[in-house]
């Protein structure tokens, strides 16, 4: 059997996606309703930046998993590496298409840690105190990573670095920056913004921004 390289395969799951969405390779066709899109990468975030270094950063896995872990920066890069290009969508109505990034697929972190049968939903926490609750089902799929270069460079700290999650197909809020920690758990609860009224799920193709 061929081995496929990782990031086609991830090319290929989002133009699938699009196809099977009605969108089409233009820059129209790849923009939700109600966004615009910007060349620009615009930097928002509720409260002060965290100032975390790559030395001190740490993730934390826990919660319904057969075996809990702590990596640090090293360790992250340690794991396979995925290169993707992909689209990204802000909730303040902005896209940008063909962002590039590199990072560890969810699915090898999801792999170490055994999630439990009884596991559905995440609660990413981050520096800061931030979180957001993420369904297990579409973490798992394949263009999800956590993050730690941005352009073939180290993510900056106003972009989420050192590490952030990346899940193109939600709002840019569910890609949570400055990732600390994940709580593997049953059933879904809100997330900070999710408290504030944003959307428990928040998919940009039908406009899931508020509750």
């Known amino acids: 059997m061929p ?6 395969r991830v090319q290929d799951l989002r133009r699938a996606n699009e196809r099977r969405a009605g969108k089409s390779d233009s820059p129209v066709g790849r923009t939700p309703p109600g966004q615009s899109l910007t060349a620009k990468f615009p930097v928002l975030t509720y409260g002060p ?26 360790g992250i890069l340690a794991l396979p590496q995925q290169t993707q290009t992909v689209d990204i969508h802000c909730v303040t109505r902005w896209s940008k298409l063909d962002t590039t990034w590199q990072g560890a697929p969810f699915t ?12 559905d939903h995440v609660m990413i926490h981050c520096y800061g105190g931030y979180t957001t609750n993420m369904r297990l089902s579409e973490l798992l799929e394949a263009d999800v990573i956590l993050a730690h270069s941005y352009e073939g460079l180290p ?21 949570a920056k400055w990732i600390s920690g994940l709580e593997f758990m049953q059933g879904n609860r809100p997330g900070f913004w999710e408290r504030y009224g944003y959307h428990m799920h928040g998919d940009p193709w039908t406009e899931e921004r508020f509750g």
């Open 49 to 74: 930046i965290p100032r975390v270094d790559r030395d001190s950063w740490r993730l934390k896995v826990w919660g319904l998993v057969d075996a809990p872990q702590e990596w640090d920066y090293e």
């Open 155 to 175: 993510l900056e700290p106003e972009h989420g670095g050192p590490m952030r999650l990346l899940v193109p197909k939600l709002y840019l809020w569910k890609s």
């Open 3 to 8: 081995i496929l390289d990782p990031l086609k």
């Open 108 to 119: 090898t972190i999801a792999a170490l840690v055994a999630p439990r049968p009884e596991a």
